[in-house]
């Protein structure tokens, strides 16, 4: 079985901190991703990262920033977290970059964020 | 421009009856993908479905089915006889290859099933 996995259900931080998020999966999988859940938005596309210490921008990447140093953990950053970031983060993995889609994103659990 | 409508928000039904959850997608490509993941209460988006945009036969599996027609750009689901365990968040995703898989979702339908 697939797992993904998430450093924090919870996490409660102040406006200015730098925050990390992390996400480890145990599936050698190549590609991660970060997404964030708003209600009335669904999920967005914060930055993925096909292979270890490549990363690319997705659809809302201003403020965050992210890490990927072994294939298996992919970490987001907040710089400096502000209230707007109060949020639903969720991580994704899935085998390989291929057009076909052949296999699905497996989600983690999530990380629910409130900037205070 | 990519975009996934689920219009509705929040429905509420009884035990037993059917259901379907409306998904109206946007795309100027001619091969992508159709998904419908489901995010029970624990958070973690589990996979339901994937369908290729020249595969347009229904599909049915034990009590869900969907729909894809691609003259009205839809791909809705119907869960049939529901349970109260069907109770979730359901999200419809388009996916497309843009150097990198990319999946676009709706804006997610949250189905309360009462006893």
């Known amino acids: 079985d697939v797992k993904v996995t998430q450093s924090s259900r919870y996490l409660v931080k102040r406006t200015g901190e730098k925050v990390f998020l992390e996400c480890v999966q145990d599936?050698?999988?190549?590609?991660m991703f970060w997404y964030r859940q708003d209600p009335g938005l669904g999920l967005r596309l914060i930055y993925f990262?096909?292979?270890?210490?490549?990363?690319e921008k997705g659809d809302i990447p201003e403020g965050y920033s992210v890490s990927r140093e072994k294939k298996e953990r992919f970490s987001l950053i907040l710089e400096s977290a502000s209230t707007n970031q109060t949020s639903m983060y969720l991580c994704?993995?899935?085998?390989?970059?291929?057009?076909?889609?052949?296999?699905?994103?497996?989600f983690g659990p999530g990380t629910r964020l409130t900037v205070l | 421009a990519q975009k996934v409508t689920q219009a509705q928000t929040e429905i509420s039904v009884v035990e037993k009856e059917d259901v379907t959850l409306d998904c109206v997608y946007e795309?100027?490509?001619?091969?992508?993908?159709l998904f419908w993941y489901k995010q029970p209460p624990s958070g973690e988006l589990v996979f339901l479905i994937r369908?290729?945009?020249?595969?347009?036969q229904n599909e049915i599996s034990g009590r869900y089915s969907w729909n894809f027609q691609k003259s009205t750009s839809s791909f809705n689901f119907t869960i049939t006889a529901s349970q109260v365990v069907d109770s979730a968040v359901y999200f419809c995703?388009?996916?497309?290859?843009?150097?990198?898989?990319?999946?676009?979702f709706g804006q997610g339908t949250r189905l309360t099933i009462n006893p």
């Open positions: 994704a993995s899935t085998t390989s970059n291929d057009r076909l889609f052949t296999d699905t994103q497996y």
């Open positions: 599936m050698d999988h190549e590609n």
């Open positions: 990262s096909y292979d270890v210490k490549m990363k």
């Open positions: 795309t100027r490509d001619t091969t992508y993908y």
């Open positions: 369908r290729n945009s020249f595969d347009e």
């Open positions: 995703a388009l996916g497309q290859f843009q150097g990198a898989q990319k999946l676009v």
